[in-house]
């Protein structure tokens, strides 16, 4: 276990609507990251948040979007969702943007 | 952009061999992280091994090693002692800056290893 928590396991949404994803980070670790895994696929980066401010995005539309809180946990936000957003959703957390620990994900169906 | 190539979707070995698997990337940086992880059907990515770009050492894990050629850009992962445990997908994945902003993970396509008893 890496200590990387995230809620919920599954959740099935209909196009069109809005979900948050959340992601408990380990202790002590400062730094969190969002990745996108299709099926068959290997995860896409999304965007990481370093001390609560994004540090970096990956080729998401700005329907995607995120936060991250003063003990560093953080939530993933998906705006007007569509079929294609259906996936595996893993949130990693490191400490000063280095070596990362993942969580076991938030799978996700759009229907 | 830095890619990451694995070109064979799935492997079987008998437990007890060795099985390699490869992985080639392509990058104009020199100093970058490379990295193995396992996702077992539970879903959560593990961590295997991690090399350094300027170590010339081949990295070491108990029964996980890589071969890494920085000339060529290859990076393959040699387990030995198989144990059905390992059946797994397996990613090669980069990661450039090593630390810092925007140092995020670029992973393969990924490997479906099966071990057979």
């Known amino acids: 276990e890496t200590g990387v928590t995230q809620s919920p396991t599954h959740l099935i949404k209909t196009r069109g609507q809005q979900v948050t994803l959340r992601c408990s980070s380990q202790?002590?670790?400062?730094?969190v990251s969002w990745y996108q895994q299709a099926l068959g696929q290997g995860p896409q980066f999304i965007f990481q948040y370093y001390r609560e401010e994004e540090n970096g995005r990956g080729n998401f539309p700005p329907r995607f979007s995120g936060l991250q809180f003063p003990n560093y946990s953080s939530e993933l936000n998906v705006n007007a969702l569509e079929l294609d957003d259906s996936a595996l959703y893993l949130c990693?957390?490191?400490?000063?943007?280095?070596?990362?620990?993942f969580g076991q994900g938030t799978r996700l169906t759009v229907v | 952009a830095q890619t990451v190539t694995q070109s064979q979707p799935e492997m079987s070995v008998q437990e007890a061999e060795t099985v390699t698997l490869s992985c080639t990337y392509d990058t104009s940086e020199n100093n970058y992280y490379l990295f193995w992880y396992k996702q077992p059907p539970s879903r959560q990515m593990i961590l295997v091994i991690r090399q350094e770009a300027y170590k010339q050492q081949n990295a070491t894990e108990n029964r996980f090693s890589v071969n890494f050629q920085k000339a060529a850009k290859s990076f393959s992962l040699k387990i030995s002692d198989s144990q059905l445990g390992d059946t797994a997908m397996y990613f090669c994945a980069f990661m450039n800056p090593p630390t810092g902003a925007n140092s995020k993970l670029t992973f393969g396509k990924g490997i479906t290893l099966s071990v057979r008893p």
């Open positions: 990693a957390s490191s400490l000063d943007r280095r070596e990362a620990f």
């Open positions: 202790s002590g670790h400062n730094t």
